[in-house]
């Protein structure tokens, strides 16, 4: 099955810094990859995701990029702020049906 | 403003209790999905039913028995849980197509004494 790995496990920036937290996965069958921000407590929700005939994607402060030829994909977040601070899991998808999530990476954002 | 709901918020139960978690989706998704969440871990799959049938059962122990009622409505069925069951149980629904994100209730916080 799919394995997907998540770096770094923790991540702390000061306010108004970048954040780059960076996935591979292991199936080149997999073709789409969501990006989840769970806030303490609270549910994981969608963020933002790419597939895999894009390259790059670009809501606002967040991005994501995807290589496929590399197996890897990253979320950027630029001009980070406090309420950025959470726990973020990348996951990729093969058949629509499953999802595998990587480790996660508890981001601080400090004042 | 959850499009999946979740309940009961909360629940303690005794090891030798029978409970039920429920979940429902007014999205007219066609995939659901049971998740065990431990603390700063990532969601581990238990089950997806898909168009109504079990299409996944990720080896979960048969203490755990779900159950799709309908296509909006998900079901946990709890017995003879142990202390280690205790997380945070996740619903999650889907269109159960390709490049489609899943949408994640709330959860139940489960504790089991």
């Known amino acids: 099955g799919e394995n997907v790995e998540q770096h770094p496990s923790t991540l702390s920036v000061q306010e108004g810094d970048s954040a780059v937290i960076k996935c591979t996965y292991s199936?080149?069958?997999?073709?789409?990859f969501p990006w989840y921000k769970q806030e303490l407590g609270k549910r994981p929700q969608l963020i933002i995701d790419i597939r895999s005939n894009v390259g790059e994607k670009k809501d606002q402060r967040i991005a994501v990029t995807l290589n496929k030829t590399a197996k890897h994909f990253s979320l950027h977040i630029t001009e980070t702020q406090p309420e950025d601070s959470a726990v973020y899991f990348c996951?990729?998808?093969?058949?629509?049906?499953?999802?595998?999530f990587g480790t996660g990476t508890s981001l601080t954002v400090i004042p | 403003d959850t499009e999946v709901t979740q309940t009961p918020k909360h629940l303690v139960m005794g090891m030798t209790n029978k409970k039920s978690l429920k979940c429902e989706q007014h999205m007219g998704h066609r995939a659901m999905y049971w998740y065990k969440q431990k603390a700063k871990k990532p969601p581990e799959l238990m089950f997806v039913y898909s168009y109504e049938k079990l299409s996944i059962n990720e080896s979960v122990p048969s203490r755990f028995s779900p159950e799709c009622p309908n296509s909006s409505l998900l079901n946990l069925h709890l017995h003879a849980l142990q202390p280690e069951d205790s997380a945070l149980y996740l619903c999650a629904s889907g269109p159960g197509a390709y490049n489609s994100p899943l949408h994640f209730g709330n959860g139940t916080r489960l504790t089991v004494t």
């Open positions: 996951a990729a998808s093969t058949s629509g049906n499953q999802f595998y």
């Open positions: 199936d080149s069958a997999s073709n789409y």
